[in-house]
């Protein structure tokens, strides 16, 4: 009996993941020219508000190093400030400006299309399906 890879699971998940996240990453790219690491920071600080790079970097699965660069250059687009910790020097705190918060509510109506667009794909099972995920993750 040969192994299945096709049939495997966690494969099967991980290559959806890579294809609907890369169809959403068409999406923000075209509207803004983000990448799907600038997209995961700006999503994360609207959701969030201020946070360290530390922080971002444990919830969006992202090395510290890419989220350091998304932060650059999405402070250099001028969406985003950095600033020092009040009490811990070592970590630099993220927060978005205005002209980020108003991207952001441009590209969370896109996100809210694309998620209805997919659950209408997924079809009845979309609600079973998300609560699925969400006991993967160990949210529920």
Partial sequence: MS?????????????????VSRRFAALYEAEAGLTIPEWRVLAHLARSGSVSVRDIHER???????????????????????????TDRRLIVLELTPEGEALM???????????????????????????????????G
Avoid: M, N
Wanted: charged share 25%; aromatic share 8%; net charge neutral.
């Fill in 3 to 19: 192994f299945d890879l096709d049939g495997f699971l966690p494969y099967r998940l991980s290559v959806a993941a890579a294809r």
């Fill in 60 to 86: 969006v699965a992202l090395d510290k190093s890419v989220v350091s660069r998304a932060a650059s250059r999405l402070e250099a687009a001028g969406w985003l400030r950095k600033s020092e910790h009040e």
């Fill in 105 to 139: 509510a441009r590209l969370g109506a896109i996100a809210a299309r694309f998620q209805a667009e997919l659950c209408a794909e997924l079809g009845p099972g979309a609600e079973a399906f998300a609560a699925a995920l969400t006991r993967l993750a160990g949210e």
